[in-house]
């Protein structure tokens, strides 16, 4: 039974290309980018070749890209760092952000730093502009944090409209892009946009490696303090090896944007239509538009006993996906996204999520599983 991957907005597979740019920097260029000596002149030139490289495909300056260990790292960053260095007294985000920004926020709030407020979001998890700009109305001035699009549900924010309403009312303005870096075009000169974050590991580059953009005269301080690394920003010895391979992952992922987006868009239809047809009751979560993230389906199946074991039994089968419960009892703490968007509490849902490596025939294999699963339950649940 060959595995099947569908969880790509966990992470996904290193392409066999990015670990051969990456192999020359963990074996034969071995010196610290910091040494003045000629080691340490090769890694420094293939980071700021790197760092060039991304700053074009962003339309910003290399001068305006910091590596970070990944979208956490940018996250807490641009958090923490503004609300302190720009003397922010109040915090605009939505219920559905990835932990990385909703914890930090949170912290921040208990720690008496920032009042918080949480912009509605409809079912779907679109956000409400309209009480986006009325919260910006009463408190001009605030960090607003909004992602890009949803992980588990593939919504997504018109990003440019909602960085002309954060900067209408002076805000500051940070969004996690890093379900969308290397899946779309983001060009920081056409988005008024203060901070924007990227993680290697879901464009097919290294894990544990990523990068912050801070739009230049902002005015924040480090988040890492230590030695002069990323001009005094993050102190630490580089991660050479990740940074080389980040920045080749992004370089194949926007040589291929279209071409990978449309197949995979593709793939994430075929499925739906597939499920509609073939498994009843089935729904969706989140956004299965032609505006969506494409990578991510997010379906939710009818109560019934095969489905409280759902992913078990996919997993079981060679499927790998994931998923989270809307109810929060016992030691299931649930996803925080399912029961903000008030999901059905007693059916089960999985996020599958593809990428350029994904085919139709495993997408057939899974859907004939789920049938098996299904049509095979003959819980009274179902009946
Ligand atoms: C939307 C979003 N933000 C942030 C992160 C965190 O990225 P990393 O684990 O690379 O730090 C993830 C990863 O799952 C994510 O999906």
């Given at each position: 039974m060959t595995p099947i991957y569908l969880d790509n907005a966990a992470t996904t597979q290193t392409d066999p290309e990015v670990v051969q740019a990456m192999l020359p920097y963990l074996g034969t260029h071995f010196g610290n980018p910091s040494s003045i000596h000629s080691y340490g002149r090769v890694t420094r030139t293939a980071i700021e070749q790197a760092r060039k490289q991304i700053a074009s495909f962003l339309g910003a300056s290399p001068s305006e890209i910091f590596f970070t260990s990944g979208g956490t790292e940018a996250n807490n960053m641009a958090i923490v760092r503004s609300i302190r260095d720009l003397k922010i007294k109040h915090a605009i985000s939505s219920p559905i952000e990835h932990h990385a920004v909703s914890h930090t926020l949170e912290a921040l709030r208990d720690e008496g730093e920032i009042s918080l407020s949480w912009v509605n979001i409809d079912a779907a998890g679109t956000v409400d502009l309209k009480h986006l700009e009325s919260l910006l109305q009463e408190n001009p001035g605030s960090f607003v944090s909004l992602m890009h699009a949803n992980n588990e549900l593939g919504t997504m924010l018109p990003l440019r409209e909602t960085a002309e309403l954060v900067k209408k009312y002076q805000g500051v303005f940070h969004s996690d892009t890093v379900q969308t870096m290397g899946h779309f075009p983001i060009n920081v000169q056409e988005i008024q946009v203060d901070f924007l974050n990227c993680a290697a590991h879901k464009f097919h580059g290294p894990k544990g490696i990523g990068f912050i953009y801070?739009?230049?005269?902002?005015?924040?301080?480090?988040?890492?303090?230590?030695?002069?690394?990323?001009?005094?920003?993050?102190?630490?010895?580089?991660?050479?090896?990740?940074?080389?391979?980040?920045?080749?992952?992004?370089?194949?992922?926007?040589?291929?944007?279209?071409?990978?987006?449309?197949?995979?868009?593709?793939?994430?239809?075929?499925?739906?239509?597939?499920?509609?047809?073939?498994?009843?009751?089935?729904?969706?979560?989140?956004?299965?538009?032609?505006?969506?993230?494409?990578?991510?389906?997010?379906?939710?199946?009818?109560?019934?006993?095969?489905?409280?074991?759902?992913?078990?039994?996919?997993?079981?089968?060679?499927?790998?996906?994931?998923?989270?419960?809307?109810?929060?009892?016992?030691?299931?703490?649930?996803s925080h996204v399912l029961k903000a968007i008030g999901a059905d509490a007693s059916r089960s849902h999985v996020r599958f999520s593809f990428s350029k490596y994904t085919t139709p025939e495993e997408i057939d294999r899974t859907i004939e599983v789920l049938k098996g699963i299904f049509i095979a339950d003959k819980s009274p649940m179902n009946a």
């Open positions: 801070i739009r230049s005269g902002t005015g924040i301080h480090p988040f890492i303090y230590g030695g002069a690394q990323e001009r005094n920003m993050r102190g630490g010895t580089e991660n050479l090896p990740g940074i080389v391979g980040l920045a080749k992952a992004l370089e194949i992922a926007n040589s291929h944007l279209d071409e990978h987006s449309q197949y995979i868009r593709g793939l994430k239809n075929y499925m739906a239509e597939k499920l509609r047809t073939e498994i009843s009751g089935v729904e969706f979560n989140g956004d299965i538009s032609e505006n969506s993230l494409y990578t991510v389906l997010n379906v939710s199946f009818p109560p019934s006993q095969a489905g409280e074991m759902l992913l078990f039994s996919l997993d079981i089968q060679g499927i790998a996906a994931s998923g989270g419960s809307a109810c929060s009892s016992g030691s299931d703490v649930g």
